[in-house]
């Protein structure tokens, strides 16, 4: 059982909006940044998106990230083929002085 | 470019040892705290410790916690986790990562760790 809910699976034909949601807690995504990290199978995952919504160089801009209260989302806006992967959200948790992660959100592009 | 390349793993029986090493190249390492992520078959990531810069600030996943030591080695720039007593559940991949403030900037390729009886 992941601290940070995610679902597990959202899909979408390619050019449309998929967003997912990462549930937390004060203790992690209420008080501190959400990062989200790509994983595609058999590789490392990667950092997509950092103190919430900030984007690292390379990074397409059809991938967004907010926050609201205790949780965060990722959109991906213009899906695309090669944009079928896993989504893991991420933060700090204070009480457990550690850093929490989502079950993970298998993304198919229909 | 930044490059972090564990080594290390493979089969080890319940209640046995091994050590993973991350060697990192490309940045200052003694400037950077560093960690170690592991993810299960077909499982999600989960995070299980932490480094500080100098070494001295470190800390664990409950999980983990009296099993496994993480050490570093600035001159060397390389990251270790000497683990102990494993379990059936402790079979992973095992990444290295730094930390960018808050969050995981720069991943290693993984090492596998196999535990059987």
């Known amino acids: 059982q992941s601290v940070l809910t995610q679902p597990p699976s959202a899909s979408g034909t390619p050019g449309q909006r998929v967003t997912i949601s990462c549930s937390g807690s004060s203790a992690n995504v209420g008080g501190n940044p959400a990062n989200w990290y790509q994983q595609f199978p058999g590789t490392a995952p990667k950092l997509l998106i950092h103190?919430?919504?900030q984007r690292p160089s390379g990074v397409p801009d059809r991938f967004s990230g907010s926050k609201a209260g205790t949780s965060a989302s990722l959109a991906i806006s213009g899906l695309q083929s090669e944009d079928e992967a896993d989504y893991y959200c991420a933060a700090w948790d204070d009480s457990l002085g550690g850093w929490v992660f989502g079950g993970g959100t298998k993304v198919t592009v229909l | 470019d930044v490059q972090l390349v564990e080594s290390g793993g493979g089969l080890e029986q319940t209640g046995g040892s091994l050590r993973l090493s991350c060697a990192a190249s490309g940045f200052i390492f003694s400037g950077f705290s560093m960690n170690w992520v592991r993810q299960a078959p077909g499982k999600g990531l989960e995070w299980i410790s932490y480094?500080?810069?100098?070494?001295?600030?470190?800390s664990y996943a409950d999980s983990v916690k009296g099993r496994f030591t993480i050490s570093r080695d600035n001159v060397r720039n390389s990251l270790f986790l000497q683990m102990n007593s494993l379990r059936d559940e402790d079979t992973a991949v095992y990444y290295c990562?730094?930390?960018?403030?808050?969050?995981?900037?720069?991943w290693g390729q993984g090492a596998l760790v196999t535990v059987s009886s």
């Open positions: 990562a730094r930390t960018g403030v808050t969050f995981f900037d720069h």
């Open positions: 103190n919430n919504n």
């Open positions: 480094i500080g810069a100098s070494g001295s600030d470190i």
